[in-house]
């Protein structure tokens, strides 16, 4: 679907999930087209970009340059067979690159720092051995290999038509970027904004010290363009970033407040703090024990970002009790 003037939207689709798309973009160019995100590595997904490029007329050789928002498998999973298919080169920021093969290739020792993690921040021995492995089924769909550009923020990817300006925007990846097209005022914003879901943040080894506080920063940094246009890696395009933005962070300090609530009446581990909380607020609210394996670890991970936040600012304290990671309130 041409959602602009020569920008295109192809929806790829998610294995095992029938209802949840990544939107991969076809920005044209007569000198080449720039594909901004690839979706998963499955044969569907090929097929789909295969059919939508056929679809807006355009030709699946021209693309020339794939660039990725940030090394998750819905949107780096596909990168490298696109490369080998079109010779496009793959473009992502230097930080994302950094983790590509330790997340992909060589996990062992990512599933061990992970489930480390897991069980000092109190998830019982019984639920580790899923939680830890809960992401393991993705690699699947992903093909890994070396970028040929690790981009650094304010980098321009261009063709004839169109310059996208490459802002790093930290939090739900660390080498997560935005692309900014100043003069058309569009933006495509991978995961960092969404329409109708609150993007993932989570405190993981792979995360860096403060991801939240990191993911805060990022939307204050959009808050000064003059977009038009928000085009997302899911769900549909919109406009009013600045009021989207808000309701974000809202959501954030929402979160914070039930965290420091469910600390009242004690000292409690990320795991049991996560228990109190209501989760999937967008579809009415899930209670903890009700969610699928990921999204409990998202749960876990994503308590984990807003203790850590909390910590920075000064109003939850942190103490080690055999073995156990125990937060508490200081105001
Ligand atoms: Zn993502
Ligand atoms: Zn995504």
């Known amino acids: 679907m041409e959602i602009l003037n020569g920008v295109h939207q192809i929806k790829s689709p998610c294995p095992g999930d029938a209802s949840w798309y990544t939107n991969v973009y076809v920005i044209e160019g007569s000198d080449g087209h720039i594909l901004?995100?690839?979706?998963?590595?499955?044969?569907?997904?090929?097929?789909?970009?295969?059919?939508?490029?056929?679809?807006?007329?355009?030709?699946?050789r021209d693309i020339k340059k794939v660039v990725i928002t940030h090394i998750h498998p819905d949107h780096y999973g596909l990168s490298t067979k696109i490369k080998q298919i079109c010779g496009a080169q793959v473009s992502i920021h230097r930080i994302d690159a950094g983790f590509i093969f330790p997340r992909y290739k060589d996990f062992a020792d990512l599933v061990k720092k992970t489930a480390e993690l897991l069980r000092q921040n109190g998830v019982p021995e019984n639920e580790?051995?899923?939680?830890?492995?809960?992401?393991?089924?993705?690699?699947?769909?992903?093909?890994?290999?070396?970028?040929?550009?690790?981009?650094?923020?304010?980098?321009?990817?261009?063709?004839?038509?169109?310059?996208?300006?490459v802002?790093?925007?930290?939090?739900?990846?660390?080498?997560?970027?935005?692309?900014?097209?100043?003069?058309?005022?569009?933006?495509?914003?991978?995961?960092?904004?969404?329409y109708d879901?609150?993007?993932?943040?989570?405190?993981?080894?792979?995360s860096g010290d403060n991801p939240l506080g990191n993911y805060i920063s990022s939307l204050k940094k959009l808050e000064r363009l003059k977009v038009h246009f928000i085009l997302p890696g899911h769900g549909p395009m919109f406009n009013a970033l600045g009021l989207r933005i808000e309701n974000i962070l809202q959501h954030?300090?929402?979160?914070?407040?039930?965290?420091?609530?469910s600390?009242?009446?004690?000292?409690?581990?990320?795991?049991?703090?996560?228990?109190?909380?209501?989760?999937?607020?967008?579809?009415?609210?899930?209670?903890?024990?009700?969610?699928?394996?990921?999204?409990?670890?998202?749960?876990?991970?994503?308590?984990?970002?807003?203790?850590?936040?909390?910590?920075?600012?000064?109003?939850?304290?942190?103490?080690?009790?055999?073995?156990?990671?125990?937060?508490?309130?200081?105001?």
């Open 36 to 60: 901004v995100d690839s979706g998963w590595d499955s044969q569907e997904s090929l097929w789909a970009l295969q059919e939508g490029i056929k679809a807006a007329n355009l030709k699946l």
């Open 128 to 165: 580790l051995p899923q939680l830890k492995e809960a992401s393991l089924w993705m690699n699947k769909y992903v093909t890994p290999d070396s970028p040929e550009v690790m981009l650094e923020d304010g980098d321009i990817i261009s063709n004839d038509s169109f310059e996208l300006e």
């Open 167 to 194: 802002l790093l925007t930290p939090g739900h990846s660390p080498g997560h970027i935005c692309l900014y097209e100043q003069e058309r005022r569009f933006i495509l914003t991978g995961d960092h904004v969404l």
């Open 197 to 206: 879901t609150n993007p993932h943040v989570g405190f993981n080894p792979q």
């Open 252 to 261: 954030h300090e929402e979160r914070k407040r039930a965290i420091m609530r």
């Open 263 to 331: 600390l009242h009446d004690g000292l409690k581990t990320a795991y049991e703090i996560a228990q109190q909380i209501p989760w999937m607020v967008n579809e009415g609210g899930t209670a903890f024990q009700d969610l699928p394996v990921w999204d409990k670890r998202m749960a876990v991970t994503e308590t984990l970002a807003h203790l850590k936040l909390l910590m920075e600012e000064d109003r939850v304290g942190n103490v080690d009790m055999d073995g156990a990671s125990l937060y508490l309130v200081k105001d």
